[in-house]
Nanobody, 124 residues
């Protein structure tokens, strides 16, 4: 089993920045691809960003391209999501996910393990 714990959420003004972190523990593997998803109230779970096991392949949702940056530190078993120029529509619960494959993926069904989520609120 793999446990994922997110941190870094909070309240920020529109235009501000937050950095989310997700620490993995348990039967982790540095060859696992990681991803960030989000879910706003009443909305479906949405892919935000994904990163392959070595960071060589990265994918973003169109809605966050140019504003969000995903990265990972395998030595620390941590994946990050730097969020800049935040908008009210970015407000959601953000989830970290891991999959038992090295390749990046965009669909939630392709991920095997999930964190509990961290709330991001953006004030306009």
């Amino acid at each position: 089993q793999v446990q994922l714990v997110e941190s870094g959420g909070g309240l920020v003004q529109a235009g501000g920045s937050l950095r989310l972190a997700c620490v993995a523990s348990g039967r982790t593997g540095s060859t696992y691809a990681m991803g960030w998803f989000r879910q706003a109230p009443g909305a479906d779970l949405e892919f935000v960003a994904g990163i392959s096991w070595n960071g060589g392949s990265i994918r973003y949702a169109d809605s966050v391209k140019g504003r969000f940056t995903i990265s990972r530190d395998n030595a620390k078993k941590t994946v990050y999501l730097q969020m800049n120029s935040l908008k009210p529509e970015d407000a959601a619960v953000y989830y970290c996910a891991s999959r038992t494959s090295w390749a990046v993926a965009s669909f939630s069904s392709e991920y095997n393990y999930w964190g509990q989520g961290t709330q991001v609120t953006v004030a306009s």
